[in-house]
């Protein structure tokens, strides 16, 4: 019977802590600020920028939301993105994905100043982080090594194996399993014999946005099972893309869909807002 990775509760003493962190920085008038740049009327957008907005609150971070139209001109998103380049009031920039069809999302990820890219997305970050210098990190895959620390899973001399190879969870996950010395391989829809391979991980990172996907028959017996989905079955109801019930049984470790990776995704684009924040110090 696996441990099942409690991603809120992590989350939540996580937050606490930087939560400390900015009152320190208040101390000494620094006031870590976030601001979030929303296109259109995406639901699951919504929801995001929503919970984004709600923990900052609570954390003490000065937190603003823009809101446009799906209407607006890729020149008109650029312009605004500088403004907050320029703007001391805020230390990260966070522009939710996906975009509408018209505005090229490089470009848009291109024009956030490397340092305010509290996603970790601007190639500058995604290179430092290829390079083996991280800086800005992606949120979900930090979160995830966050999870490995406070469970004490070693990923050293471990085969690990990765479902998904998006810039956003798959390769920055990769990387960073890497970096920790685990032997990676990183599995797409193009990959001959999948299950086969999943079966030899001990570590499974799933992201590939298809619920249950990942039953019984794909885990090796032991292995930590990490679920990065976030589905919606015929119900409605939210489902990851492994197959928790079947699943758990086998696995060492295990997280759920919800309170697993998610809050934890959350709570590192704030721990990096802090970040920046405190690199910029008072007087930028």
């Known amino acids: 019977m696996a441990v099942t990775?409690?991603?809120?509760?992590?989350?939540e003493k996580m937050q606490t802590e930087i939560a400390e962190k900015v009152h320190e920085l208040n101390e000494v008038g620094i006031h870590p600020g976030l601001v979030v740049l929303l296109?259109?009327?995406n639901q699951a957008s919504q929801v995001y920028v929503r919970n984004k907005e709600r923990v900052a609150k609570e954390i003490g971070i000065h937190s603003k939301v823009e809101r446009y139209p799906e209407t607006i001109s890729e020149e008109e998103l650029l312009l605004e993105i500088e403004k907050y380049n320029q703007d001391p009031l805020f230390h990260g920039i966070l522009v939710q994905l996906p975009l509408?069809?018209?505005?090229?999302?490089e470009q848009v990820l291109l024009a956030i100043r490397p340092e305010k890219d509290v996603d970790g997305f601007h190639p500058m970050n995604l290179g430092r982080l290829f390079a083996g210098d991280p800086d800005m990190i992606p949120c979900t895959p930090y979160g995830i090594m966050k999870m490995f620390e406070a469970y004490s899973i070693d990923p050293a001399g471990k085969r690990a194996v990765v479902i998904?190879?998006?810039?956003?969870?798959?390769?920055p996950m990769g990387q960073l399993l890497l970096m920790a010395d685990a032997t990676v391989t990183i599995a797409h829809s193009k990959t001959k014999d999948l299950p086969a391979l999943a079966r030899e991980a001990d570590i499974l990172v799933v992201a590939i946005g298809r619920g249950h996907f990942v039953t019984k028959e794909l885990i090796k017996p032991g292995a930590v099972v990490i679920d990065v989905g976030m589905n919606r079955n015929e119900k409605g109801?939210?489902?990851g893309d492994v197959k928790?019930?079947?699943?758990?049984?086998?696995?060492s470790y295990i997280t759920p869909v919800p309170r697993g990776v998610g809050p934890m995704t959350i709570t590192m684009l704030m721990y990096q807002t802090v970040k920046s924040a405190e690199a910029f110090g008072a007087g930028e």
Request: proline fraction near 6%; charged fraction near 30%.
């Open 5 to 11: 990775i409690n991603g809120k509760e992590l989350a």
């Open 39 to 41: 296109v259109g009327e």
């Open 100 to 105: 509408p069809k018209h505005i090229n999302e």
């Open 164 to 171: 998904g190879r998006s810039n956003i969870v798959g390769k």
């Open 237 to 239: 109801k939210l489902i």
């Open 244 to 251: 928790f019930d079947e699943v758990e049984p086998l696995a």
